[in-house]
């Protein structure tokens, strides 16, 4: 039925197929249609065999970017490591960002296993992508920094600091949120004296930007990272700039500041004497502010001032 000359036929023929070996799956790989084709390849055993290297290889050009999609989850069960590794790098390059967005999973994959070539070569690809037009891809470049650094260590890990100044001050949200997240793990990886030699230095950069939004994803980091690196670090690092901006041009700003205030004091992060000292008449201060949702969280914040 692989010969039919209805798909329909042809279909019907693939699915039926239990088990099947290579044999047998080859007709339906270089069929004309793409269902026929993806319930092929979903039916690949799970084992790696140079056999599939070129048929593979072939279906990664395929006009239709599903199937190209479905490759890319494939290529780490099916493939040899090396030839694996050749493919995501081809995939990660290509047009469609749905296609990249699952290389990318394939890649963190990849990761776990790769040898110190080929590890290279997969984070160039990966890197690559930090300007990347689509938002998923530059935020999955910036979820996948810790695993990439995890391998290379503390002395190499200094090389992806552009990629992170790129996610801080990124245009989506969501890419900056994911930057924040992998900048706290990578302090929690490494300790408080790496991320004083470079995690500090870019949100000290950052958090004077003339964005609104990027000066709030940078409150953010003081607290995620802050939290990593503890009381002492956090009062001397990033308090003062906290208190900066608490009195932001931005309304929007002081009203950050005062939401993450409040995580600060419950995460233990402020100690009771600080609190009184320099949190609250900052508090008070913002209680006389000219935009009303910022007293209304100014109030809201008063009750963790002075817990009974």
Known sequence: MADSLYY???????????????????PFLGDQDPS??????????????PLLV????ELANNVNPSIRCVVSTLVSSTLPHKEAVDLINKLLKDDSSDVKITSLTAAQTLLESCKLEDYFSLVSSIIYLTNDPEWRVRSF??????????FIGADLAQKVIPVIKNGLKDSCLEVRRQAVLSMADMVKMFGSDWGRTYIIPIISLYYTHPNYKIRQSTIA???EVGCVMGKDSFSTAFLPMILNLAF????????????QLGVLIQRNILDQGTVNSRIAPCVETLLKDKDSDVVMMANNLKPLLHPE
């Not at 329909?8 to 080859?26: C, G, I, Y």
């Open 8 to 26: 329909s036929d042809r279909l019907k023929a693939v699915e039926s197929l239990e088990n099947p070996t290579l044999e047998q799956l080859f």
């Open 36 to 49: 026929v084709i993806v319930t092929a390849l979903n039916k690949l055993p799970n084992q790696q065999t």
């Open 54 to 57: 070129e048929p593979l290889n």
């Open 141 to 150: 470049v910036q979820l996948l920094l810790p695993e990439i650094v995890s």
């Open 221 to 223: 980091a003081m607290v």
């Open 248 to 259: 932001d041009s931005t309304s929007n700003v002081r009203l950050t500041i005062l939401q």
